[in-house]
C-alpha cells in the first residue's frame, strides 16, 4: 500500500501524475472514492489501519479534546507523545483493531511513514507490527528501533525520497511482510505552503509520482520473479485554496458562549476546514444558544449535532457537542483550480495561511481521495462509479490474504462490481 498524503482525484492525469495515470489505465480506478470526516490525515490513517469510521476507532479529528483533571483540554493528534497521552487518559489509543493487530500471526505488518508522528503511529499504535517514522520508529511490543536501523530522514520531499528507497529496498525486496505500506509526506506538504496548480505544487505532484513510478515498478519485477502481489495505491484525503480564516472560538467568546480564552467550558479544536466543538456537561445549558449562534454563521457551512453524529460517522468521545464543515465553493484559484474553502484559526504556534491547501470539512475536493488497486480480483483497466470509501482498504487487504474483515465498516472492493472495462 502506498498512500500520497492529499493527493486529490482531478490531479491523477497524464500532465501531473504520468506513473499513476499509467497504473490507472491498466488497474482498477475508482472513481467515486471518498474519505472521512474530519477529512484530515490522523484520522485517515486510523480509519484506513482499521476499516473503521471515525465513530468506529474513536479518533475524532487532529485536534481533539480530552478529559484531562477533570477539565476540557485540547490537544494536537500530531506529536510523538500523544499516542501515550491518549492511553494514559482514556485507556486505549483506538477502539477497533488495527490491520497490524491483525496481522500479527499472519506475516505481519510494515510501515514506512513520512507524516506527522501522530498520524503516523495510528497505523499501529499498540505495537504488533513495525512503524518507521523520523520522530521514532517501533517494532513489535513498541519496542525502540535505534541507531542505524531507525529512519533518519526529512519530513519534506528528499525525505520521501529516502523513505522510498528504504520501503523497496528492505522492506518489499527483503522482509516481505504481508503488509507493507508506504505514507509519503508529499504532494500534502507543499500544498499547505503554496497555492494548488503553481509551478511548486506542480512539481511536487510530480516528484511524489515519480517515487510512486519507482514503487510500481519494483512490484513488477517482484511479480515477474513470482511474487503475488495486491497494489494499492491512494491518498487519505484531498485539498481547497483557504480564502478566508475563522477564529471561530474568539467569535464563540464575543458572542458570550464561551467564557475566555483559556477556559474550558466550552473548547475549539481546529481541524483545517472544520471544526470540532465541546462543552463541559456542566455548562450544558448553553449547547442550544451555541448551536443557534453556529448556524447563523456564514463561514458554517455545515453544522453537525449529536442526533446526526452516526450519520457523517463521527467519534462523540469527550463531551463533542458541534462538528462543524466550514463553507465552501467551487469558485476556482487563480490557477484555475477548483474549490475554496473556510478555514479555521490553527492553534497557537501555527501560521494563518490564505491562498494554500487546506483540508478536513466535506467540501467536494478536499474529500475526492484517489485509489487504484492493481492484482488480483481487480479487472485491468476498469473503473468503479460506485460510492467508496478509504474505510474499505482494509477489508479489501484482509480479503486478498484471506482473513475475515469482520468489525469493520467497509466492505472488500472486490465484491463491488466494476462499472466499466477500457
Given at each position: 500500500m502506498v498512500i500520497l498524503d492529499g493527493l486529490r482525484r482531478d490531479f491523477v492525469d497524464d500532465r501531473s501524475t504520468p506513473h499513476l495515470a499509467a497504473l490507472r489505465r491498466r488497474a482498477t480506478w475508482f472513481a467515486s472514492h471518498r474519505g472521512v470526516f474530519p477529512s484530515v490525515t490522523r484520522v485517515s490513517a486510523a480509519s484506513i489501519a482499521t476499516g473503521c469510521r471515525p465513530s468506529g476507532h474513536g479518533l475524532a479529528g487532529n485536534a481533539v479534546a480530552l478529559v484531562e483533571d477533570g477539565r476540557l483540554a485540547v490537544h494536537d493528534v500530531g506529536p510523538p507523545e500523544f499516542v501515550d497521552t491518549k492511553r494514559r487518559l482514556t485507556g486505549r489509543v483506538l477502539d477497533r483493531p488495527t490491520l497490524a493487530e491483525r496481522l500479527g500471526p499472519h506475516g505481519g505488518a510494515v510501515a514506512i511513514s513520512n507524516v506527522s508522528p501522530g498520524a503516523a503511529y495510528m497505523l499501529d499504535p499498540d505495537g504488533f507490527g513495525s512503524v518507521y517514522h523520523r520522530a521514532g520508529s517501533y517494532g513489535p511490543g513498541r519496542v525502540a528501533i535505534d541507531g542505524a536501523e531507525a529512519l533518519a530522514i526529512t519530513g519534506d520531499g528528499?525525505?520521501?525520497?529516502?523513505?522510498?528507497?528504504?520501503?523497496?529496498?528492505?522492506?518489499?525486496?527483503?522482509?516481505?511482510?504481508?503488509?507493507?505500506?508506504?505514507w509519503l509526506c508529499e504532494p500534502d506538504k507543499t500544498q499547505h505552503g503554496s497555492g494548488l496548480g503553481g509551478a511548486t505544487h506542480r512539481a511536487a505532484l510530480a516528484a511524489a509520482d515519480a517515487l510512486a513510478g519507482r514503487v510500481i515498478a519494483a512490484v513488477a519485477a517482484l511479480r515477474a520473479a513470482g511474487e503475488e502481489i495486491l497494489l494499492v495505491v491512494g491518498s487519505d484525503h484531498g485539498h481547497e485554496t483557504v480564502d478566508e480564516v475563522v477564529d471561530v472560538e474568539a467569535e464563540l467568546i464575543a458572542a458570550g458562549l464561551k467564557d475566555g480564552a483559556d477556559s474550558s467550558d466550552v473548547v475549539v479544536?481546529?481541524?483545517?476546514?472544520?471544526?470540532?466543538?465541546?462543552?463541559?456537561?456542566?455548562?450544558?445549558?448553553?449547547?442550544?444558544?451555541?448551536?443557534?449562534?453556529?448556524?447563523?454563521?456564514?463561514?458554517?457551512?455545515?453544522?453537525?449535532?449529536?442526533?446526526?453524529?452516526?450519520?457523517?460517522?463521527?467519534?462523540?468521545?469527550?463531551?463533542?457537542?458541534?462538528?462543524v464543515s466550514l463553507a465552501q465553493s467551487d469558485v476556482p484559484n487563480a490557477a484555475g483550480v477548483p474549490g475554496r474553502s473556510r478555514a479555521v484559526k490553527p492553534l497557537a504556534g501555527?501560521?494563518?495561511?490564505?491562498?494554500?491547501?487546506?483540508?478536513?470539512?466535506?467540501?467536494?475536493?478536499e474529500q475526492s481521495p484517489f485509489l487504484i488497486v492493481d492484482g488480483?480480483?481487480?479487472?485491468?483497466?476498469?473503473?468503479?462509479?460506485?460510492?467508496?470509501?478509504?474505510?474499505?482498504?482494509?477489508?479489501?487487504?484482509?480479503?486478498?490474504?484471506?482473513?475475515?474483515?469482520?468489525?469493520?465498516?467497509?466492505?472488500?472492493?472486490?465484491?463491488?462490481?466494476?462499472?466499466?472495462?477500457?
Open positions: 528528499a525525505g520521501d525520497a529516502a523513505a522510498t528507497e528504504r520501503f523497496i529496498d528492505e522492506v518489499l525486496k527483503s522482509r516481505r511482510p504481508s503488509l507493507a505500506t508506504l479544536a481546529p481541524n483545517g476546514t472544520a471544526a470540532l466543538i465541546y462543552v463541559d456537561p456542566a455548562f450544558a445549558t448553553r449547547r442550544p444558544a451555541i448551536g443557534r449562534f453556529l448556524a447563523g454563521r456564514p463561514w458554517a457551512g455545515r453544522v453537525i449535532e449529536p442526533q446526526s453524529f452516526a450519520e457523517f460517522g463521527i467519534a462523540e468521545a469527550g463531551h463533542l457537542a458541534f462538528a501555527k501560521s494563518d495561511r490564505l491562498g494554500v491547501g487546506q483540508h478536513g470539512g466535506l467540501g467536494t475536493h488480483a480480483g481487480f479487472a485491468p483497466g476498469a473503473t468503479v462509479d460506485a460510492p467508496t470509501s478509504i474505510v474499505d482498504i482494509a477489508p479489501t487487504i484482509l480479503s486478498h490474504l484471506g482473513l475475515s474483515p469482520d468489525g469493520m465498516d467497509g466492505r472488500p472492493l472486490q465484491t463491488v462490481p466494476a462499472s466499466r472495462i477500457s
